[in-house]
């Protein structure tokens, strides 16, 4: 049985993360803070993933992000957001991407996902809908969003 972990920032992690086609920015930072020292073994990371065996076989950088300074929602609400949600192309079709948006959905508030790679299709199998957006704000994202059930705004 499959189980989606917290990811520690590491090391490991962060060679871990070199497999994966969105492999960027964030983890070089990781990268460059772990060398230096600044950055301890045991810090939160926002980072989640499936293990198959002893390799990361699927990822997600899942955060909390406090509806205020440009909000989504009227009135704004807290939501969380999925970002870097990849499945190594060896362990795709094995419901591993699902499982891990299962996870994000059990924190019971609406998702925003950045969908990239052409995974919109994934995302709107999963409930996600398009977000009605400000374009000049989220130009270079492709945002999507989901409600848990019941949700509602006034």
Request: with cysteine; charged share 30%; glycine share 8%.
């Amino acid at each position: 049985m499959t189980e989606v972990k917290h990811l520690a920032i590491n090391y490991k992690t962060v060679e871990e993360f070199k497999k994966f086609r969105e492999y960027g920015a964030q983890e070089l930072q990781m990268k460059k803070e772990l060398e230096g020292n600044i950055m301890d073994a045991n810090t939160d990371s926002p980072f989640f993933g499936i293990y198959v065996g002893d390799t990361l076989a699927a990822r997600m950088c899942l955060y909390r992000k406090e509806d205020d300074h440009q909000p989504i929602f009227d009135p704004p609400h807290d939501y969380m957001v999925i970002w870097k949600l990849e499945v190594l192309e060896k362990y795709r079709g094995r419901g591993y991407g699902s499982k891990l948006i299962d996870f994000a959905k059990d924190y019971g508030i609406p998702i925003k996902a950045i969908s990239r790679q052409n995974s919109r299709g994934f995302f709107e199998a999963h409930g996600f809908e398009t977000l009605k957006y400000d374009i000049e704000r989220d130009m270079a994202e492709d945002p999507l969003i989901w409600y848990p059930e019941g949700f509602h705004l006034q």
